[in-house]
């Protein structure tokens, strides 16, 4: 009996797109959510998530029940680290911050069983051999193992041409943020020079046979690079999915309560003029709109302000959300307009 059958590596040696999705809440429940999706692929973080070698093992065994198949990224391309995952049953590893064709060979080494590799042989205490249940595991697991590289800064990327040509690596994954640090442009993986320098790579990646792979949340991106004939390819992450779907959800909760009002009045012989200055003061901050009688500012918080100047008098209405500081806010609002108004004894009076 031979070692399990690799789909993922099947498919993308004959060229087959791959579509994935990245866990990172390291969990067995959401893996096994995830699983039932319908995503060829997923990714079991280990680089930037909280996962050990136990919490890996756990959601690769909830994984084996679907057919999405389990990437596992290590830390770091350590031989000893990836014997652990291995063992462990990962079959397809993606290792990151592979700067050099050396690097890449070394990797491939770690992968691989003697005489041919340094893989330690331990297979009988291992998941990967079903514990001893496949006799032929050892003769036939490294034809199984898929060993994607993570190429993601420019020394990877002047390296390429070289890692391209190692045998044994049968994937490169571009990783976009990481580039796009690297190259000056820090949390902005969308500047047109990252995109410039992610879509050559991928073309190389492609022309040289080997399956080329990227982590993008853009629609546009992900198109282009299966359009370079990009094979694996990520398009989410559970952690900002269920952030953003928590956040979605909080905020429609709360829209369902009443916001907090309050009304104020201040006298003054400069109404007109003290509304048309806080205006302007705040329009930078939030959405401004007033003439001289009128006007309203609302800001991204929820915060808002509606005044109207009326022969002597300022008449105001301060309003939050339903769990903001009204009365935080009201005293900002009043103190702002004294500020205005220091020629005078001026004062704002809220209604109780």
Known sequence: MPAPHNPFKAA??????QMGCWLGLADPYVAQISAGAGFDWL???????????????AQMQVLAGFDSHAIVRPTIGETWMIKQYLDAGAQTLLIPMVESADQA???????????HGVRGVGSALARASNFSAIPDYLQTADAEICL?????????IKALDEILEVEGVDGVFIGPSD??????????????????????????IVASGKAGGILTLDPEMQRACLDAGATFIATNIDVTLFAAAMRNTAKAA????PDQIAAGTAKTESASRYLQQLCKHWSHKGSAEFDADKGSVSFATGNRIEMNASGEELSLIAATGPRGDLERWKKVISDHLV???FREEFEVTWAE
């Not at 580039?179 to 790579?201: C, H, Q, R, S, Y």
């Open 12 to 17: 993308l040696k004959a060229g087959k797109p």
């Open 43 to 57: 990714l079991i973080d280990a680089e930037h998530a909280p996962n050990d070698l136990r919490s890996i093992t």
């Open 105 to 115: 060979r070394e990797l491939v080494r770690a992968v691989t069983y003697p005489p």
């Open 148 to 156: 994607l590289v993570q190429v993601e800064n420019r020394a990877g």
């Open 179 to 204: 580039l796009a640090a690297d190259m000056g442009f820090i949390g902005n993986a969308g500047a047109p020079e990252v995109k410039t320098a992610v879509m050559e790579a991928m073309g190389k």
């Open 254 to 257: 709360l829209a369902l309560l």
């Open 339 to 341: 500020r205005f108004a």
